[in-house]
């Protein structure tokens, strides 16, 4: 079965450069993952909801704040393992990362004990340039980072 999620790349262009947000996950599977364990604020998308309305639902639930309002920049739908389709949005805006307030997940830990704890469902969130957000982003997304900066790099003089 496939798991279809929604989120919102933002973006911002700064004297070295174009920078991406991202989130890392929280709970204790995360905890000591750094590179490629990162990824654009997004999640699982309802039944009958329409992709763009859940990935700004998630963003909210992820980051504890308003999802910037602006144009979006449709990206193509990647495929990421374990049949995950993850559709995004990419929009220009600025947000300050130490404001997030995520929502948490109650998961069994550790694992087959029989124990629930919750955790904020992102630890922490942070700009990258493009660089390093490769190297930080899972696998799957990689293809998001390189579309948007080829759609930018289309519409400079």
Do not use: C
């Not at 947000?21 to 990162?38: C, I, Q, T």
């Amino acid at each position: 079965m496939t798991t279809v999620s929604a989120g919102l790349l933002l973006f911002r262009e700064r004297p070295g450069g174009l920078e991406v947000l991202l989130v890392h996950s929280g709970g204790p599977y995360w905890k000591n993952k750094d590179r490629g364990a990162w990824s654009i604020p997004k999640g699982e998308i309802a039944p009958d909801e329409d992709p763009a309305a859940a990935a700004t639902r998630e963003f909210a639930e992820e980051l504890g704040i308003s999802p910037p309002v602006g144009d979006r920049i449709r990206l193509t739908p990647r495929r990421q393992s374990g049949a995950k389709v993850v559709h995004a949005w990419a929009i220009r805006a600025d947000v300050d990362p130490s404001r997030i307030a995520s929502n948490t997940v109650s998961i069994e830990w550790p694992p087959r004990s029989g124990h629930r704890r919750s955790f904020p469902e992102v630890d922490r969130a942070a700009w990258f340039p493009l660089g390093a957000a490769r190297e930080k982003i899972v696998k799957g997304q990689v293809g998001f980072l390189d579309e948007l900066e080829g759609v930018l790099q289309k519409t400079r003089p």
